[in-house]
């Protein structure tokens, strides 16, 4: 992936530190193609480029603050923090969920 791992988040006024995690992360010398899958790409395809793109992710050690990110944001598309799209809104479900009760 490319030095940036990841675009800037526009109309926010991020600090610096918080992109800090990007330059440990375990994708940042993987091709983004990895991450993102082009338009009408295959599910079969999809299915092995997303298998790979998990591999690198469970090698990475701020998997965590990359997911935290993704879904705060959210980070509609691609392979953030170890899970895909359809995963990544399933957690955000569960994490609005959880908060609510808390309450
Ligand atoms: S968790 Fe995956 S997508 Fe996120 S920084 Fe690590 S390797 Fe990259």
Do not use: N
Request: with cysteine.
């Amino acid at each position: 992936m490319s030095r940036r791992l990841r675009p800037e988040p526009r109309g926010t006024a991020r600090l610096a530190g918080d992109w800090a995690w990007q330059e440990h992360a375990a994708c940042k010398d993987e091709p983004i193609t990895l991450f993102f899958g082009p338009p009408g790409e295959r599910r079969v395809e999809r299915e092995v480029r997303e298998r790979k793109a998990k591999e690198v992710c469970a090698q990475c050690p701020v998997r965590t603050d990359c997911l935290d990110y993704a879904i705060a944001r959210p980070e509609k598309y691609g392979t953030w923090g170890g899970l895909g799209e359809d995963e990544r809104a399933k957690e955000r479900r569960r994490r609005m969920r959880r908060g609510s009760r808390a309450a």
